[in-house]
């Protein structure tokens, strides 16, 4: 199953960008959902999750800048990133993982910090 993905771009440093991904609604009984990254040449990198019970994540580099929320009703989640750095150059994964330990992924969107 695969889970949608936008707001990815061109941005320069200290701008922002609002990433979604929706997740269809055949998947059921989720447990979380969240973001990870990949840069060129890097390994991927958890950047932010949401638990079902509210409770999130976030990865030492971006804690105060980026926000993750959920919306339950739309099988949504959000990546807010604000006073981006291009550090945070990466092609961004959202995915979902189930009560039943299935984890299903995005295509990828494309982020891009430059002036």
């Known amino acids: 199953v695969q889970l949608q993905a936008s707001g990815g771009g061109l941005v320069q440093p200290g701008g922002s960008l609002r990433l979604s991904c929706a997740a269809p609604g055949s998947i059921i009984s989720i447990l979380t959902m969240g973001w990870y990254r990949q840069a060129p040449g890097k390994l991927r990198e958890l950047v932010a999750s949401?638990?079902?019970?509210?409770?999130?994540n976030y990865a030492d580099s971006v804690k105060g800048r980026f926000t993750i929320a959920r919306d339950v009703a739309k099988n949504t989640v959000y990546l807010q990133m604000n006073n981006l750095k291009p550090e945070d150059t990466a092609v961004y994964y959202c995915?979902?993982?189930?009560?039943?330990?299935?984890?299903?992924w995005g295509q990828g969107t494309l982020v891009t910090v430059s002036s």
């Open positions: 995915y979902v993982l189930t009560r039943s330990l299935v984890i299903s």
């Open positions: 949401v638990g079902s019970g509210g409770s999130t």
